[in-house]
């Protein structure tokens, strides 16, 4: 068995896997690159195999990294079965056709400024109908269900607890007169999250495709970040400013409408302040979103379906509104008033959320409040890093807003979630392969893996094939277009690399052993 890595290798978008076995070859996740230029340009580049050989795709979850070169697939041929759990499927449904229209209504952009020097303008990476027509591939899935989708392969779904209807991959692959377990974490939550499940823990693997995002810090506890956002929001009040949340429209959107309810009723001196402050969720997808979480409670924890049976619902109160055309979003930049607005995108790259940016980062008054991950080379990345100017729109924005970074609303777990559920293995796996996070993340995980759970750890490089057997091997294919990194990322990538080789030689050294252990070796 073979797996290259097409994307999330050194970075934490465009996951998409190829695997391959003596008899079948399938993907998992086919997601777009975002963030700098240069990573934005692979999602342009040509997929590097042959679309008719590929049997079927495995989907761990909606967000648009993982899902969001879908379409272009399909435009190009791709018409095997897509696998995902309901909820995935749904949100697709509503997911996909937004990243269409953002491709046209970009295409359009450069469309006419391009026309005006005369350069040629490239097409859109795929169209609002390729996403459309990407639908009729799509087979849900059930949780904790093992199906067949080939001869020689097994696969299980199980919660992730990352977003509606994200999952961890169990593959088994049977091979060689013996069976061979890979399980992909996906984008692996965190414990004790409003409104989702825990991740399901695995009870083990021969090999472990893990993420990594936050290999390399630790979160605030529930408490502490439900304190600080709060916090953060009442300060801003006081001062007549107004609050304005980057969220992803899926899942961190609705986690924060959670939160602000509870809030709501949990103190008098919340309920008071939220009762005089409206909310606003400017995001049409946001919205979809919200009613796709409300179709599928079965993926609800035990809270959140005891708040609905109360008569309750969580993701709806008083004082919160869902501003639905653009009209009633551009009507919220003339009001005078204190607010909280809640807009996509995330990483401030597109939507509504960069008109809400220009009208109030020059505000000293007003507060930013990050609650997500944010790539290189995004807007959202500019802001956290302390940027003093930013330019939206083709306009010099001034930053003067109040800036807050609370990294405890994370879908992703953080370094010691990673390693207790890795730790909670009955079967250890022989070998762990890194992916979805940034280079100096991932080395720095690396060495926790290896010093605390004594398993090895490689980190997965772009367009890297690992070939799954005694011992591991790598045939490493260069990279068209690798990432540029500082000086220090260099340094922490080639000190993985050096790791890799030493785990390779013990490797070897021990298989040389268990074949002879009479042989004596100098190294």
């Known amino acids: 068995m073979k797996v290259t890595f097409l994307g999330a290798a050194q970075t934490v978008t465009g996951t998409c896997y190829l695997v391959e076995t003596e008899q079948t070859s399938f993907l998992i996740d086919c997601g777009l690159h975002q963030g700098q230029p240069h990573e934005e340009r692979l999602n342009y580049q040509p997929f590097p195999f042959r679309i008719d050989k590929i049997d079927f795709l495995l989907l761990s979850h909606a967000h648009i990294d993982h899902s969001g070169r879908l379409p272009k697939l399909y435009a190009e041929g791709f018409r095997s079965p897509i696998y995902a759990t309901k909820a995935t499927v749904d949100l697709c449904a509503i997911m996909l056709p937004d990243s269409g229209h953002i491709q046209e209504t970009e295409y359009n952009w450069r469309q006419r400024k391009n026309s005006r020097s005369g350069r040629p303008v ?62 992909f974490s996906g984008d692996l939550g965190n414990k004790n999250i409003p409104i989702l499940r825990d991740p ?65 009723e949990k103190f008098e001196r919340q309920r008071r302040l939220l009762h005089d402050t409206p909310v606003y969720i400017d ?13 599928n409670t079965d993926c609800f924890d035990e809270e959140a379906r005891a708040y609905i049976e109360s008569g309750d619902h969580p993701l709806d109160f008083d004082n919160l509104h869902f501003t639905k055309t653009a009209d009633e979003s551009r009507l919220l930049n003339e009001d005078p008033n204190s607010k909280i607005i809640i807009a996509a995108s995330g990483m401030c790259e597109a939507g509504r959320i960069r008109h809400h940016l220009k009208h109030n980062l020059w505000r000293k008054d007003s507060t930013v409040i990050f609650v997500g991950y944010q790539a290189r080379g995004t807007l959202g990345r500019a802001l956290v890093d302390g940027a003093k100017t930013v330019r939206i729109f083709g306009e010099e924005i001034a930053v003067k807003a109040r800036v807050e970074m609370i990294e405890g609303f ?24 890194l992916v979805h ?87």
């Open 122 to 183: 490239e097409e859109p990476l795929y169209t609002m109908q390729d996403a459309l027509d990407t639908q009729q591939l799509f087979q849900s899935i059930h949780y904790d269900q093992e199906f067949q989708p080939s001869e020689d392969v097994r696969v299980r779904y199980r919660d992730a607890g990352h977003i509606l209807g994200s999952s961890i991959l169990e593959i088994w692959v049977r091979e060689d007169g013996g069976e061979t377990k890979l399980v």
């Open 283 to 295: 995001s049409p997808l946001a919205i979809s979103a919200t009613e796709v979480f409300k179709k």
């Open 200 to 264: 399901t823990l695995i009870d083990g693997a021969d090999y472990l495709i893990l993420e990594s995002t936050y290999g390399d810090r630790l979160h605030d506890k529930p408490n502490h970040k439900v304190d600080r956002f709060v916090h953060a929001i009442e300060e801003t009040l006081q001062r007549g400013g107004n609050v304005i949340i980057p969220s992803f429209a899926v899942g961190r959107t609705q986690e924060l409408i959670y939160s602000l309810n509870k809030e709501y």
């Open 437 to 523: 996070g940034e280079p100096a993340v991932i080395a720095s995980f690396q060495k926790t893996i290896r010093h605390q759970l004594g398993i090895p750890a490689v980190a997965a490089q772009y367009n890297e094939t690992l070939e799954l057997g005694l011992p591991v091997q790598r045939a490493t294919v260069v990279a068209p277009c690798l990432p540029a990194v500082e000086l220090s990322e260099a340094v922490e990538m080639l000190d993985a690399i050096r790791l890799d080789f030493e785990a390779m030689i013990e490797k070897t050294k021990t298989d040389i052993c268990q074949v002879s252990p009479s042989v004596r070796y100098q190294m």
């Open 410 to 433: 994370s879908g992703h777990a953080d370094r010691d979630g990673l390693l207790e559920w890795v730790a909670a293995m009955q079967q250890k796996p022989k070998k762990i392969m």
